[in-house]
Structures are given as C-alpha cells and as structure tokens.
C-alpha cells in the first residue's frame, strides 16, 4: 500500500514492477466469460450508473450549500464542478466529491469580477464573452457533474434548488447573509 496526497507518488513506486502477469490475467476466468458473452451488458446498465450536470446562474445560499453538502445524497459517488456562491462573489469555488471525501476550495475570479486594469493585463481590456454570458452576472453560474448509482435526478436538482437564493434573497444584501465556511486564502 502506498500513501498519497493529491496523486504525489513516486513513478518509481509504481512502474515496472514486475507485478503484473499479462499471460495470468488473460486468462482469468471474468475475462474469458466476458469475451464468450453474445452481447456485453454495459456496466451503465448492469449497476445502474448514470450521470447529469447540473447549471444555474442563481448563487447558492452558504449556510444551506453547507448543510446540503453534510447531508449528501448516497446515490451520488462523485461529483465536480464550479460553484457560485453569494458570499464570495467575486470568486468562483471548486467543489470536489469523492466517497467519503468533499473540498470547496478557491478556483479562482470570476472573469465579470476583475477591475478593469486585470481585464487590460489579462484580456487586452475587452471582456471575453462565454456562450452562456449575463449580463447583470458575467460568467458566474454553477456547473456540477454528478455521477452516481440509481440517482433520482430530479429529487437531486429539487433539493439543490432549495439551497439557491430565494428571489428576495437575491435582492437583498448579500454580506448579511450567514457563511458558516471557512474562508479562503
């Protein structure tokens, strides 16, 4: 067994082993039924796997995001993506799932929240426009990737819709709003 943090191993560790028998393995008994099949059953219908993204260009409310995110669909076994969130709205937030594992951690601005000298360096001064561009909002929007087993797609997306501002949310100030999350360097 070899411990790692974010993916660091040395190659050395890994590679040319001589661990892996390729004549033992072709000739493992799954392989060979496999291959005698008719018709292969696609693991997406044998278990039940399906995937969906999920878009909005309404900010999630940090307080609900934080509660929904301790009280995560089992269903689900992965997930990634950007996350718009009201308090922190110049900054767009990664959310990354894993079985037991969940991160929110910075992705960087939001394009629609740089000053105009850092729309001068990076973009030569114009705005670049994205195919899904606001105009009140720019580039900010949630985009998450869902992968799971048997997920009830539409009872995922009604509950994370709960977690999004409430229309008079949105039209109120968003600083008062409760961010129980720590906050990012």
């Known amino acids: 067994m070899i411990h790692s943090t974010y993916g660091q191993v040395n190659p050395v560790d890994i590679l ?13 008994a799954g392989w060979i039924q496999e291959l005698l099949k008719e ?10 796997i399906s995937s969906f993204v999920y878009r ?10 934080l509660h929904w995110v301790t009280h995560y669909p089992n269903t689900i076994v992965r997930s990634k993506g950007l996350i718009w969130l009201a308090t922190r709205n110049h900054m767009a937030i990664s959310f990354s799932h894993a079985g037991t594992s969940k991160q929110l951690s910075p992705a960087g601005l939001w394009v629609a929240a740089l000053s105009q000298e850092e729309l001068d360096v990076h973009f030569n001064g114009e705005v670049p426009r994205t195919p899904d561009w606001d105009e009140q ?30 229309p008079e949310e949105m039209n109120s100030s968003w600083r008062n709003l409760n961010d129980p999350l720590p906050s990012f360097r």
């Open 56 to 65: 909005r260009k309404i900010p999630f409310h940090p307080e609900r995001l």
């Open 39 to 48: 018709q292969h059953t696609p693991e997406t219908e044998e278990y039940g």
């Open 16 to 28: 040319n082993t001589g661990r892996f028998d390729f004549e033992k393995a072709s000739q493992s």
């Open 137 to 166: 909002w720019g580039d900010r929007v949630t985009k998450l990737v869902f992968i799971g087993v048997e997920m009830d797609r539409a009872a995922i997306e009604r509950s994370l819709d709960e977690v999004l501002l409430t």
